[in-house]
Each structure stands twice: as C-alpha cells, then as structure tokens.
C-alpha cells in the first residue's frame, strides 16, 4: 500500500498558488494574465505531483538498498506539462508585445461588436431601411381599403 | 483484426511528420502546398478505412510496445474512427478552400510559409483527441490542437485579432488547467489515467469523490464544446479569424469538447447523475444561443451563435444517456461539422464577393453570384432542419429519444429544441434574405469567383447533402456506435486483454518484477 497522505506543505503552497494565479488571472493587463497564468500552471503541477504519494527513492529498478521508490508517472505527467506551460508563456509574451506595439498598451479590449448590438437593442430601432421596407408612406389600413374597393366595384 | 492496427497512429504521426517537413520547406511554398494536401488525403483514406475496420471491434495499439496502463494506448473504436473520418474529410476540403484563397489575394489574407505546418499539427492533434485512451494523452492532444490554434487565430497579429485571440487563449488556458486538475485528482483517487482502467477502477471510488472529479471533467470539456453559461469566448474569439481557420475551428475544435464528453459520460461515468444538470445546460445552450444569433448582424458571428446553439442539440443526445440518445448526438455531430464548415466557408466567399460579412452593407448577391447564393441557401436550410436534410433527419433522431425517455425534463427539452430549430430558420433565413435578395446598399462589381473555393465549399455541401442519403447506413452504424459506447466491457477487454495489462513489451517485465 503506498502512502497517500499528502504532504501539507506543498497543499498550501498549492492552494496560495492557485489563489494568486485566479486574481491575476482575472486583471485586464495581459502582462498579468500572464503572470497567473504561470502560477497556476506551477500549481498544478505540484498538485499532480502531490497526487502521485509521498516521496520515495528514485524510481529505478535494481538499485541498492532496496525501499519504497517514488511513483514515476506523474513526475513523466508533470515534465509533459511544464513543457506545455513553458510553450504557452512564451506565446502569450509574444501577444503582449504584440498588443504593446500595436496600442501601447497591453490591456484586454473589450469587444466593439457585441457593444454595437447591445445599443441597437437599447436604441430599439430598425437596424436598416431599403426599398422594401419603406412602403411609400401610405399605411397598412389604407393599402386594405384599396384592395377593399375592388371587390366591391359591382355594387351600385 | 490486430493486422491492421498499425494504421491506427497514421492520422496523428503522418500530419505531424508533415508539419515538420513543411517547415523545413518554407521557402518552397509550392512543395509545402502538395505534401499538405497528399499528408491529409492519406489521412482521410486511413481513416475512411478505420471506419470500416472499427466495425469489428476496437483496434488497440500500445504506443512503443509498452502495455497498456501505464504505457499509452490509441483506441479505434466506432465513435473515434467516424469522428476522424469526417473531420479529415472536412481539414482537407479546408485546407485546399485556403490554397486557392492564399494564391488569389497573395501572401497576405492566408496562407504565410507559418500556416502549413499549424494547421497540420492542429490536424495531428484534433486525431489524438479521437485516438486516446488515456486521459493524459488526450490532454496532451487537446494541447497540441489548441496550441495549432492559438497561432491560426492570431495569423498576421492585426490588432482585431490580437483582441480575440487574446479571450481565446486565456479562456483555452483557463480549462485546460481545469482538466489537468482533475487529471490529477483521477490519478490519486485511482491510481491511473488509462481509461479503460478507469472504467474497472473508478466504481470502487467513494461517490462523493467520484462526482467532483466527474463535475470536474464536465467542466473543463464545457468550456472547450462552448457549452452555456461557459460560451461566451467563442462569438467573441472566432468570427475574426481568417475564414478557412474560422471554417475548420467551428467544425472541429468544439466537437472534440463534445466528444470528450461523449467518452467521459459513457465510458467513466456511466451512471449519469450529472443527467439532469446537462439537460438544463443542453436547453440554455439552445436557447441562449440562437436568441443571441437572431440579434446578430454580421453572419460570422450570427454563425458563431448557430454553432453555440447546436452544440446544445449534441449534449440533450448525450445527457438522454440512453440508446436513442447517443446514436442521434453522434449522428447530429457528424451533421454539423459538415454543414457548419460548409457555411463559414461559403461566408469567406460571401465576403470575398461583397467586401464584408455585415448584413447591413451587403445585398443583391443571388444577381452577382446565383452559385453562392444556392451554396449557402442548401446547408442552412440543413443547419434549420428542414425536411428532408440530414438536420431534420438528427433531429428527428433527438426529438424521438427525447419522448421515448418520457420524463417532463426531456419534454422540455424537446419543446426547446423545436423552438430552437424554427429560431435557427428565422435567423438563417433573415440572413441569406438580407445578403442575396435585399437591394444592395451599394453597388457590387460582379467578380469571377476562384474554382479553387468554390469546389471545396460545393464538396461540403454535397457532402452534407450525402450524409442525407446515407442516412440509414449511417445511422445503422452510430447505433452502432452508441451500443459500443455502453458495452464498456468490451472496450476495455480490447484495451486490457487479461484485465490487467495491455498487449505491449512490458507485459514480460511486469510480470517478472512486482506491480505498482
């Protein structure tokens, strides 16, 4: 049976990783995004390997004195995923620099569309007119009083 | 059977074996162009023949002979092998749509020397999303398309579309931290992360445990299939990328998030207590969606919104759980990745055509471009559900299970999904209204449209129209499938042979050492 109990130094520094990389992760700088985004990503990372058990020897068959070894998979998890974390920090960098010679600044903007339809909604108007829409001025009780007139011709 | 599981691998090794040839030839835009091409016909031949082998049985391959639980395996069973054969078919018709755009507008609009090998990575990991059977491994395939697609949506760093990849990639980010969390939660409470083991393992778990890890998964998937209340990335995000890459990523991206809740719901936890709570998420996204593609007038994003919208269709079939249910999801899935990418790129010829995908500069187009206005007019009258198409015909397939299953909730969701679906006709037909017939707010040179996109879009289309007149075979086999998906014993014994160890090297050493 492997020892599960986890380690409650490394639950903490988890847990005030996590806390840290969630605030910055919701900052409108990307250059803090990016921050908490390497946190939490680092958080992770540990949890999983505090996931694995406790610490043990290396895991290496045939090795003198014999003991409990540590569990090999998720430090082969955790390698996989710093690598993916180190990937994405540097494309993020490369945004932000982009969005910092591009504005100036590295801020989330907000989307220009999605304002544009929600003070259509508040305007509450028609969004375009053409031809069709624009029946000539006359209203629709007086195009059916004309129409009205026909069927009624062969009365005296 | 287990002759034939060599061609598994081949739809992830091949693609990425060209993306690295690609980039080693970027400066030879046209040998980059024909081994694209030949790397992802070949990928869509093996997949076509994995479809027909896969019908016998899953096909099995430890990945360098190491066995299964704790080396990494790549499964072919029903539902992964037809999910790969319909987005291959759909990556290459894309991929030669973006050809023929990058050699009519020049370097600038698509294809850069960068674009070849991205997209073929994003191909190399949208199969090993399909192909695992290993939660890591998946992880690592969503990754490695997420990755692809991080470059893709921001290709050429104008600063609209610095703007919406920026959502992207931290909301992208912000889940799959999500899944690795619950990776990590998995493999302590099971001390795995083979899935096939999981199914063995996971019902000793304590149920409280059990269905953290399970909200947890949901969640992280939701975020990626653009599930409601966790879609708002993707109107945002999608509708400014190029129109090839907007194609392929609607078609693709948020169906290997359903397709990961497909494995998830039937394959780990299959006693469904999460049902009911993706009922009511299955009607918001239906719902919430298309009202916000009525109100939409750019038709990129008023397609964006349809694609949230049906996203919800797929997960009332998987959360019905049931026989009926699951063979009209796959069905509805296989639908709708053919006709949402046939429609996003019949706007990039719309747009191309008109100058812009507002609907309120557009008009007049049906006179210019009679072809174009029929190539848009035939899949959204699909994506509707207009009888007999094979909307109509998935459709069907979920309203049927809905009543079979009876209960008021899946009544419910049978009144939302009809309502959705005259919603979605509204929407689509007050678009193609305003683009082809309403007079043009100004004059449109006719132009000669480029083979080269029209034909893939036209393929898509009839291929869209074909899954209509296949549909018998088709559903014959995502019945199939669906039976497959709750005969979980089945796949774990082509996985686990003895229950224990899959079929690599290391089954000599294991038993010879001790078990960890």
């Known amino acids: 049976m492997i020892d599960m109990s986890p380690n409650v130094v490394l639950v903490v520094v988890v847990g005030v990783l996590v806390a840290c990389g969630v605030y910055l992760l919701l900052e409108r700088s990307l250059t803090r995004v990016l921050v908490g985004t390497v946190l939490l990503g680092n958080a992770v990372n540990l949890l999983v390997l505090v996931a694995g058990g406790a610490a043990g020897r290396p895991p290496i068959t045939g090795l003198r004195p014999e003991g409990v070894t540590s569990d090999p998979l998720p430090q082969a998890m955790v390698l996989t995923a710093i690598v993916i974390t180190l990937a994405l920090t540097a494309f993020l960098l490369a945004m932000a620099y982009r969005s910092w010679q591009l504005h100036r600044h590295d801020e989330v903007q907000d989307d220009v569309e999605d304002r544009r339809i929600a003070r259509l909604a508040a305007i509450d108007e028609r969004a375009f007119t053409d031809t069709d829409t624009e029946a000539g001025g006359r209203t629709l009780a007086e195009e059916a009083a004309e129409t009205h007139d026909e069927t009624e011709r062969g009365q005296p | ?516």
């Open chain 2, 1 to 516: 059977m287990t002759d034939w599981a060599w061609l598994v691998p081949l739809p992830v090794l091949l693609p990425l074996a060209g993306a690295g040839l690609t980039l080693a030839l970027y400066r030879r835009p046209r040998i980059q162009r024909v081994v694209s091409v030949a790397v992802l016909a070949v990928v869509l031949v093996v997949s076509a023949a994995l479809v027909v082998l896969a019908d016998d049985g899953p096909l099995v391959v430890d990945i360098g002979g190491w066995a299964a639980p704790v080396g990494i395996d790549l499964v072919a069973d029903r539902l992964a092998a037809l999910m790969l054969a319909v987005s291959s078919a759909v990556t290459l018709c894309v991929l030669v749509y973006s050809l023929a755009q990058g050699q009519t507008e020049g370097e600038e609009s698509a294809p850069v020397s960068i674009y070849h090998p991205t997209y073929l990575v994003l191909a190399a990991g949208v199969a090993d999303a399909f192909l695992s059977g290993d939660l890591f491994n998946l992880y690592v395939g969503f990754e490695i398309l997420l990755v692809a697609s991080y470059v893709l949506i921001t290709l050429s760093g104008s600063a609209e579309r610095i703007r919406a990849g920026t959502v992207y990639v931290v909301v992208a980010l912000l889940s799959s931290v999500l899944f690795l969390v619950a990776i990590g939660g998995v493999y302590a409470a099971t001390g795995t992360v083979n899935m096939a083991q999981l199914a063995l393992r996971l019902p000793e778990v304590d149920p409280g445990v059990r269905l953290v890890l399970q909200v947890m998964l949901i969640t992280a998937f939701a975020i990626k299939a653009a599930v409601f209340p966790l879609s708002a990335w993707l109107p945002d995000s999608y509708p400014t990328a190029p129109a090839p890459v907007t194609a392929v990523f609607a078609g693709l991206l948020t169906k290997v998030g359903v397709y990961a809740i497909i494995r998830t719901q039937s394959l780990l936890f299959p006693e469904g207590r999460l049902d009911d709570v993706l009922l009511w998420a299955a009607l918001a996204t239906m719902v919430v969606g298309i009202l916000g593609a009525v109100a939409q007038d750019d038709v990129k994003r008023l397609l964006s919104f349809t694609l949230v919208s049906h996203i919800g269709y797929m997960v009332f079939g998987i959360a019905l759980a049931s026989d009926g249910g699951w063979t009209a999801a796959v069905y509805y899935v296989v639908h709708h990745i053919t006709v949402q990418t046939a429609l996003f790129l019949v706007v990039g010829l719309v747009e191309r055509v008109g100058g812009t995908t507002s609907l309120d500069r557009l008009g007049g187009l049906a006179r210019i471009a009679p072809v174009l206005a029929v190539l848009f007019f035939v899949p959204a009258m699909n994506l509707a559900g207009i009888p007999p198409l094979s909307g109509f015909l998935g459709k069907l397939g979920l309203l049927q299970a809905g009543v079979q299953d009876g209960s008021w909730l899946a009544w419910t969701l049978v009144v939302g999904s009809v309502v959705t679906s005259l919603l979605t006709l509204y929407a689509l037909v007050k678009a193609w209204n305003k683009a082809f017939w309403q007079t043009p707010p100004q004059e449109v040179a006719p132009q000669r449209l480029p083979l080269g996109m029209v034909g893939p879009a036209a393929a898509l289309v009839v291929l869209g129209l074909g899954l209509t007149v296949a549909a018998g075979p088709l559903f014959a086999y995502t019945e199939r499938a669906a039976v497959a998906l709750q005969d979980r014993a089945r796949y774990v014994e082509a996985v686990l042979p003895d229950g224990l160890r899959g079929t690599g090297e290391s089954v000599d050493v294991a038993t010879e050492g001790t078990d960890g």
